[in-house]
């Protein structure tokens, strides 16, 4: 039988989480969620729903801040509750999966991009010695 986990909340009349220390946290998104399950555990202990946009989610875990972008929309999150900061919908900019980067993190597409432009940065120094 599955187990379904409902999130820790300070009490019932509190619709707010009880924070959690975010080391102590696992976050997956999708589908215009955002969820942090206890490491431990994999007990839910909070959910997010994206008010704009749809499917895929792209995180970036930012020390005391968790990205969501969703679809053209970009949301940052409190890691320990789960709760909304802000949002921009990035009006203009268009639709697709983002790459999300930051001087405390990356999102895996954001490591591929970067990769890729090291590796140019790399060649280009190489070919510049060699002609140099």
Known sequence: MAQSFEPDYLNEGDRTPAAVDPADLVFVGFNKRVCALHRDTG???????????SGY??????????????QGYTYCLDPATGA??????????????????SIS???????????????????AASHSAAHG
């Open 43 to 53: 007990e839910l202990v909070w959910s997010w729903k994206a008010p704009e946009g």
């Open 57 to 70: 989610v792209v995180l970036l875990y930012d020390s005391d801040r968790l990205i969501a972008s969703v």
């Open 84 to 101: 909304q900061m802000w949002g921009n919908p990035l009006k203009g900019m268009g639709l697709g999966v983002p790459c999300l980067a």
């Open 105 to 123: 993190g990356v999102s895996s597409t954001g490591v591929q991009a970067m990769a890729a432009m090291e590796a140019q940065q790399q060649q």
